[in-house]
Nanobody, 125 residues
């Protein structure tokens, strides 16, 4: 099993930056890729960014491309999301996720096997 714990959320004003962290524990050797998702009330959980664990391959949602950067530190079993120039549209609960399937980089919540409990990001204008 894999356990994921995310941190780094908070309340910030528009234009500010935040850095989210997600640390994996347990059977981390089984992880093929990790991703960040976000969800607001009444909406589906949507992908923000994802990264392969053993290859330098990433994906970004159009809404965050150029502002957010996903990275990883395999030795620390940790994935990061650097969020710059935040706006109110970024307000959501952000979830860390990981999946085992090796077919490709998962882009939907249904591709992922393990989830963190979420961290709240609130951006005020």
């Amino acid at each position: 099993q894999v356990q994921l714990v995310e941190s780094g959320g908070g309340l910030v004003q528009a234009g500010a930056s935040l850095r989210l962290s997600c640390t994996a524990s347990g059977r981390t050797d089984s992880i093929y890729a990790m991703g960040w998702f976000r969800q607001v009330p009444g909406k589906d959980r949507g992908i923000v960014a994802a990264i392969r664990w053993s290859v330098d391959s990433t994906y970004y949602a159009d809404s965050v491309k150029g502002r957010f950067t996903v990275s990883r530190d395999n030795a620390k079993n940790t994935m990061y999301l650097q969020m710059n120039n935040l706006g109110p549209e970024d307000t959501a609960v952000y979830y860390c996720a990981a999946h085992k399937t090796r077919l490709g980089l998962g882009l939907t919540q249904y591709d992922y096997d393990y989830w963190g409990q979420g961290t709240q990001v609130t951006v005020s204008s």
